[in-house]
């Protein structure tokens, strides 16, 4: 059965582009009105534009860097006072570089973290306050296969959607009860511009190219679970098979795997 989206209030970071921008499309289809936040002013003015052209809804764009924490701050101040109910927060923004350790710098790792991880926490702290009043609220991380099955060159961007688990997983126990649902979602590879920054070489995407998902599917996927209590989504589901049979046997896994995950 799927959750009455209209008239409802959700809020998707990293809005602009890729599964965001494909995840304001759906919840758009469905009548919510949606708060999107992005750090492309100019993205989030023609996609507001776009969705609310086809759809009787209501798009408010902010134009937000999540590695910004006084930014995060303040403009969730402004999403409070101005939105007395929020149901649905995604937290989808985030980035990776990829890097052999030794090579990584540490900028890229402070920024990855600032932004995957700590804006995420900021804002998700900014918003629960009104979820737990209201008795109901749904909070979707996107993290990553990644997180489950570091890789060669990831282990800084795995570290980080670990974190994102991990983080969820303790949140997901602290408000059982209390009506709030929390869902994590791991997509493996997705066609998407993240690879720009990530892979500027292109070699890792030419390898996986054959296991790469499309964006839309991931945003389908994502707006069927709200409402409902998925503790985790794991796309494509051989991929997160993969990464379970990695908890219970890293060491094999590693050995049979090995050639695989250093395709990057």
Do not use: C
Not at 42 to 70: C, W
Not at 205 to 227: D, F, L, S, T
């Amino acid at each position: 059965m799927k959750y009455n989206l209209k008239n409802r209030t959700v809020i998707i970071t990293g809005a602009s582009s890729g599964i965001g921008r494909h995840m304001v499309r759906e919840v758009s289809k469905r009548g919510a009105n949606t708060i999107i936040l992005a750090r492309s002013t100019d993205k989030l003015a023609r996609l507001k534009s776009e969705i609310e052209m086809q759809y009787d809804v209501n798009v408010e764009p902010f134009t937000l860097d999540l590695g910004d924490l006084h930014g995060v701050k303040e403009t969730f101040e402004q999403i409070n006072l101005n939105w007395p109910t929020i149901h649905v927060l995604i937290n989808n923004a985030g980035f990776g570089i990829f890097d052999y350790f030794e090579q990584a710098k540490l900028e890229d790792m402070k920024r990855m973290f600032e932004v995957n991880v700590l804006g995420m926490m900021a804002l998700t702290r900014m918003i629960l306050p009104k979820m737990l009043q209201q008795g109901e609220g749904h909070i979707i991380n996107i993290a990553s296969i990644a997180g489950k099955l570091a890789t060669p060159k990831s282990s800084v961007y795995s570290s980080t959607k670990s974190a994102v688990l991990g983080f969820s997983n303790g949140l997901r126990m602290e408000l059982a009860g209390k009506g709030v649902k929390v869902t994590t979602v791991n997509p493996g590879p997705v066609k998407t511009n993240f690879f720009q920054m990530a892979d500027p070489e292109g070699n890792y995407q030419a390898n996986v190219a054959r296991w790469m998902i499309e964006p839309e599917y991931v945003a389908r996927k994502v707006v069927e679970a709200i409402g409902k209590n998925r503790r985790e989504i794991n796309l494509p589901f051989f991929m997160g098979a993969g990464a379970r049979l990695y908890q219970v046997f890293p060491t094999l896994v590693e050995k049979a795997l090995g050639r695989w995950i250093n395709k990057k």
